[in-house]
């Protein structure tokens, strides 16, 4: 089993900066893919981007260039820096972690923008 804890979120103006982390602990393997969704109420949940052991990465084309996915593997963390946010981007962001067919979802972190 593997737990996700995310953080980071929080209330933010148009514009501005916020970096969400997402803990992995348990039965973690090293070949995994990780990615962080969203869901904005009463929308389907999407991939907001996605990044693999290898650190290939695969944006959503609305983030490209503003958002960024990384992981320290040291420390079993994934984040996401999100810069120039807009209003658009509020939604309930989770995380995934993809292993051994198997998949895993964060309880999710609230982002709110706007002014």
């Known amino acids: 089993q593997v737990q996700l804890v995310e953080s980071g979120g929080g209330l933010v103006q148009p514009g501005g900066s916020l970096r969400l982390s997402c803990a992995a602990s348990g039965s973690i393997s090293r070949i995994y893919v990780m990615g962080w969704y969203r869901q904005a109420p009463g929308k389907q949940r999407e991939l907001v981007a996605s990044i693999t052991s290898s650190t290939s990465t695969n944006y959503a084309e609305s983030v490209k260039g503003r958002f960024t996915i990384s992981v320290d593997n040291a420390k079993n963390t994934l984040y996401l820096q999100m810069n120039s946010l807009r209003p658009e981007d509020t939604a309930v962001y989770y995380c995934?972690?993809?292993?051994?067919?198997?998949?895993?979802w964060g309880q999710g972190t609230q982002v709110t923008v706007s002014s």
């Open positions: 995934q972690r993809r292993e051994l067919g198997k998949l895993y």
